[in-house]
């Protein structure tokens, strides 16, 4: 991203789109999106990134009964078990090659590329009028979140963020419960998440980084590297861990926050925080910087906005266990990937994806509202979060998790990320200006910035 385009996306407001009840259902105009097929006709979707979680992606979608066109990674021995499912799918290892080459033969991309490439591919994809399925975090940096965001809704087409339990009857019902009032007013979340520690520190790799490997034949590491500045290539990032080295992922917070946090996001109808706080253990950002802490705790402090009041979230991960919940019965024990909503009449307790073991505390408010005494069901439900992808594009509605909604979510996940390299000091945050006020150092990390050849 040049810097005049980053300038004016600071001075300018953003419009993020729906993020509260069925406002994200409306219909668009017939005609409006680019590709939108009758019931009966199939899309021609491209599969970019297809070796890990872009390959379940892209079977997904075939599942739907969608027709794989293309498929596209920089590693063809990573890919290689995709590349065999569908041997009808055109290969390429350069997305720009694929989208000059069948630019008329593809109507959407599925995107399953390591973080710091989502937003190049996803914004080339949306210049060219395709729909597009990001995994998230949607981007690497918050610059990207809002050029993204701009982009798609300029362009009309249908957009998805990969948090797949935005689709599911459980974030639902939370949100239901929430707008019934069945737990009061939530002041107070608290979220964590202590999955895949070692992958997400890789503290214990710091002193081999800059060992020599050769890279394999069968890698494209040049464009694996895409817009960040050139690292020499190392085992210890491609093709997996790649999420706990901060130049190309977004660790823990990265990973998960749209996953565990969505449920909040929906149901209390956040935006930005106006503040940030990191607290790290046994971590040094000077020393230990490349890669995520071992222990993380960020407190986000949300504004009131119409009748909700002010909303702290309060998140851990690694080896951080979550604060003491207020109220909750000792015997309660809480999902190692989940959050409790605290309000001041109860509580909604929810495992990763706003499920495993969705419930309501205590048993009175369980009681009162759960079962056949649930409140009626406010938001349509759909058959998947890819079907729904799908289906929109049909329709000509918008996805659930459009980038509208999908990248604020985004960006605050990505905030937190950027205070962890200022541990103890209170970020505060300018929505209207895309700043933090209070602290220069931090706006570096907004976007530090595409090696030569790259840009959005």
Known sequence: MTNSLSSKLSRRRFLWGASLGVAMFQIAPAGVLRGANTPNERLNVAGIGVGSQGGSDVDSVAGEGQNIAALCDVDFKYAAKCFAKYPQAKQFKDYR??????????????????????????????????HVYCEKP?????????????????????????????????IRQICEWVWAGAIGKVSTVYAQCDAFKEVYCQMRNLDKVNQHYDVPAELDYELWLGPVPFR??????VPWNW??????????????????????????????????????????????????????????????????????????????????VPGLAKDEKVPGIG?????????????????????????????????????????????????????????????????????????????????????GQTLQWDEQTARFTNHEAANAYLHPGYRQGWSL
């Open 97 to 130: 090659v694929m989208l000059d080459k069948l630019d008329r033969e593809i109507d959407g991309v599925v995107i399953g590329t390591p973080d710091h490439t989502h937003a190049v591919i996803a914004l080339e994809a949306i210049k060219r009028g395709k």
């Open 138 to 170: 949607l981007t690497h940096t918050v610059d990207e979140v809002r050029a993204l965001v701009a982009a798609a809704a300029k362009s009309k087409v249908v957009t998805q963020l990969g948090n797949q339990g935005h689709s599911s009857g459980s």
């Open 232 to 237: 020499p290539y190392t085992p210890l990032w």
């Open 243 to 324: 999420r706990g080295w901060m130049p190309f992922g977004t660790g823990t917070v990265g990973d998960w926050f749209c996953h565990v946090i969505d449920p909040t996001y929906w149901a209390l109808g956040l935006d930005a925080p106006a503040t940030v706080k990191a607290e790290v253990t046994g971590y040094d950002p000077e020393k230990h910087g490349l890669t995520y802490p071992p222990a993380t705790k960020l407190t986000f402090e949300f504004p009131a906005k119409g009748e909700r009041g002010a909303v702290k979230l309060i998140w851990t991960d690694g080896n951080q266990p979550m604060d003491p």
């Open 339 to 423: 959050a409790v909503l605290v309000g001041d009449k109860g509580m909604i307790m929810h495992g990763s994806h706003g499920g495993g073991g969705c419930r309501l505390l205590p048993d009175a408010v369980a009681d009162q509202f759960g079962g056949k005494n649930a409140p009626a069901e406010k938001i349509p439900r759909v058959k998947g979060h890819h079907w729904d992808w799908i289906e929109a594009i049909r329709t000509g509605r918008p996805a659930g998790s459009h980038f509208g909604y999908g990248g604020p979510l985004t960006q605050v996940a990505l905030l937190g990320a950027i205070a962890i390299h200022f541990p």
